[in-house]
Structures are given as structure tokens and as C-alpha cells.
């Protein structure tokens, strides 16, 4: 599947359209969901133009690939949710309903989640 520029992620990306960011550095941005399915819950994207899980495994640069893992963790202390607990999601497409085609992973936390799967849009 090609990368769609005008995805989105991609336009955020470009300051296009506005997010609440939560951190950035070289590699991946982080912000809240526009509709939050937690107390916390932030999109970690990386600035590459990847599709979804599936494209950034396949040809994303190890430095990539360990920036997105490392902010993850950032992003966790930084909202707190470190010591009580997250869920990290990726919905890889069609059958997980990945509605962005922007590789993404969703930060979910904040209060016990149960069993809860997060449904793509
Ligand atoms: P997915 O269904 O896994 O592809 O997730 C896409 C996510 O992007 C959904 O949780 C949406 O709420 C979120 N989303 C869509 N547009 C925006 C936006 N402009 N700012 C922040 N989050 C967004």
C-alpha cells in the first residue's frame, strides 16, 4: 500500500492541522487522541512515512525503530502511568480496523482498562 501524504498524521506532521503534543524529538511525535479511549491517551507516530506496523518493521532504520520504543517509554513517566500500567495498541489494518495509515501506536492508561480493546475509527 503507498504512503497517502495526505493522511492525517502526515498533516500534523507538517503543522497543518493542530495537536496537543505531549513530546517530540528526531524521530517520533507524540500527542493526545482526539478522542481519548482512557484517562491517558496519547498517539506516538514516527516523523517517517510508514503506513503501518507491517511497512515501519519492514523498512524503518534501527534508529527509528528505537526512537519510537524509547519515547514510549518517555511518554509513560511523563504522564504518569508508568508505575500503574498501560496498554500499547498498534491496529495494523483492515481486520483491526486501522482508520490512520500513518504507522501509529496508541498510549493507553490512567485506571484499569479491564479487557478493553481499542477500536480502530
Ligand atoms: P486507528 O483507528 O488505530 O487508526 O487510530 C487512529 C486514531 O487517531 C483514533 O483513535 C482517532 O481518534 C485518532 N485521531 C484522528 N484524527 C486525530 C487528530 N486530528 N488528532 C488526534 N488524534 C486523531
Redesign the pocket.
Known amino acids: 500500500m503507498a504512503y497517502d501524504r495526505n493522511n ?2 502526515a ?2 506532521l507538517r503543522g497543518e ?4 503534543k505531549v513530546y517530540e524529538d528526531e524521530h517520533v511525535l507524540a ?7 482512557a484517562p491517558t ?1 496519547v ?1 506516538l507516530i514516527p516523523k517517517g512515512e510508514y503506513v503501518s506496523a507491517e511497512d515501519f518493521s519492514a523498512r524503518a532504520s534501527d534508529a527509528e525503530i528505537a526512537g519510537l520504543v524509547r519515547a514510549v517509554g518517555k511518554v509513560s513517566a511523563a504522564e504518569g502511568v508508568a508505575a500503574t500500567g498501560y496498554r500499547l ?3 495494523t489494518g483492515r481486520a ?6 500513518h504507522f ?1 501506536l ?1 498510549l493507553l492508561g490512567g485506571g484499569d482498562l479491564g479487557a478493553r480493546l ?4
Open positions: 492525517v498524521f498533516r500534523i492541522i493542530p495537536c496537543t500527542f493526545r487522541d482526539i478522542a481519548p479511549q491517551h498517539v495498541v498498534a491496529n483491526a480496523h486501522q482508520s490512520v495509515p501509529h496508541h481499542v477500536a480502530g475509527g
